[in-house]
């Protein structure tokens, strides 16, 4: 059986509620809580909270140990009333809660993220549409991290590229590539579930012949060739315990999309960037959460 617990905590504790997880060996996800504005099917606005989940099996972990440490952590950063539990069978699908409030999104000027079993928009005759069934990954396009890649990645020319996706997820972002014409990619993602769930999301996006999704550590990857760009949507202390490995992987004048970071690590972020050989070219900002458009020198 397993026991998700539900944080609702505002939108600054995600990261380090996120790193809790990992430090714990859990897998969780994260989502903004959002509200719908009323004026359009894909207009909604932030609340500035965020639900952070965690997921624990009450056969292999101790469940209630894990509630006791989230209790604590939670009254040492002042915020109450934010936990909840929910229990699933081992054959019930837990993410069906979810998927009910996973609708179509506009992204960018030209983007539309759907679910597969939503009707297509009106939109989608002018922009690139990206199916995803979210399943067990992050990456369904309303958090402000995945929006801020996608906006930058608009701006850059991929034809023909080879690029690389550090912590994949659902894969929107290396789907996105290959419906605007890059000609070969790796998506890298360390948790096996979300691997799956991408490779299920580029058949829907008709694309698994030419991208490869691998499960694995950045620290034990090795690229078949040196990449035209990657894109990297990890955590500001990912970014910098890894950007020594990974930089050299990108070609003298490569392109590079970051986001993760929040404002509390931007200033570290961008003191890393250009000590491994990164120009800034344009950082954006959407609520709390940095995004960076680099070129490497």
Not at 89 to 104: C, I, K, L, V
Not at 152 to 169: H, I, P, S, T
Not at 183 to 190: F, L, R, S
Request: glycine share 10%; aromatic share 10%; charged share 25%.
């Amino acid at each position: 059986m397993l026991r998700r617990f539900n944080i609702r905590v505002p939108s600054e504790f995600e990261e380090p509620l996120l790193g809790l997880a990992d430090r714990f060996g859990l897998n969780a996800f994260s989502s903004p809580l959002i509200r719908d504005t009323g004026k359009g099917e894909t207009d909604f606005e932030y609340t500035g909270e965020t639900l952070v989940s965690f997921l624990v099996s009450t056969v292999e972990q101790n469940p209630d140990l894990m509630e006791k440490e989230l209790s604590v952590w939670l009254a040492e950063n002042g915020i109450a009333g934010g936990l909840e539990t929910e229990d699933y069978r081992d054959d019930q699908d837990w993410m069906a809660g979810f998927r009910e409030h996973f609708h179509p999104i506009l992204v960018g000027d030209s983007i539309v993220i759907r679910p597969p079993w939503a009707e297509p928009l009106e939109e989608e005759k002018d922009a690139t549409t990206i199916l995803i069934d979210p399943g067990m990954a992050f990456g369904t396009g309303t958090h402000e991290t995945t929006r801020l890649c996608l906006e930058l990645l608009e701006k850059v020319k991929f034809d023909g590229q080879y690029f690389l996706d550090l912590g994949a997820g659902s894969g929107i972002l290396s789907f996105y590539l290959m419906k605007r014409g890059a000609g070969a990619g790796a998506a890298i993602e360390i948790e096996g579930a979300a691997v799956e769930n991408m490779r299920k999301n580029a058949a829907l996006n008709g694309i698994s012949d030419r991208l490869k999704m691998l499960c694995a550590d950045l620290g034990r990857f090795q690229p078949e060739m040196p990449a035209d760009g990657l894109v990297a949507n990890i955590t500001s202390p990912v970014i910098l315990e890894y950007l020594p490995t990974f930089s050299p992987w990108v070609k003298k004048g490569g392109w590079g999309i970051f986001s993760g970071v929040n404002s509390t690590n931007a200033p570290a972020v961008k003191k890393a960037f250009a000590e491994n050989g990164w120009i800034d070219l344009e950082e954006v900002v959407e609520g709390d959460w940095h995004g960076f458009s680099l070129k490497k020198s």
